[in-house]
Nanobody, 125 residues
Framework: QVQLVESGGGLVQAGGSLRLSCAPAGRTSRVTNMGWFRQAPGKEREFVAAIYWSGRSTRYADSVKERFTISRDNAKNTVYLQMNGLKPEEPAVYYC??????????????????WGQGTQVTVSS
């Protein structure tokens, strides 16, 4: 089992920045990829970004490229999502996820095995 704890959500003005953190615990040796997803009210959960656990490869949704950055701190065993230039249409619950799959940088919800509880991001216009 892998436990994921997110933090860093909150209220920010449009154009502002937030950094989300995710600290996996448990059987992390089996983790191959980490991802961030978001879900707005009434909408499906959507892919935001992913990072390959043993390397530096990353993937982003087109809607967040050039504004969001996913990274990993080996010493702290933590994954981050730096979000810059937040838009009024981007408030959602942001979820951290861990995958055991062999697929590199998966983008589908069903490719991830464990999920955090989510952290709320609110963007005011």
């Amino acid at each position: 089992q892998v436990q994921l704890v997110e933090s860093g959500g909150g209220l920010v003005q449009a154009g502002g920045s937030l950094r989300l953190s995710c600290a996996p615990a448990g059987r992390t040796s089996r983790v191959t990829n980490m991802g961030w997803f978001r879900q707005a009210p009434g909408k499906e959960r959507e892919f935001v970004a992913a990072i390959y656990w043993s390397g530096r490869s990353t993937r982003y949704a087109d809607s967040v490229k050039e504004r969001f950055t996913i990274s990993r701190d080996n010493a702290k065993n933590t994954v981050y999502l730096q979000m810059n230039g937040l838009k009024p249409e981007e408030p959602a619950v942001y979820y951290c996820a861990a995958a055991f799959a062999g697929v590199m940088l998966p983008v589908r919800v069903e490719d991830y095995d464990y999920w955090g509880q989510g952290t709320q991001v609110t963007v005011s216009s």
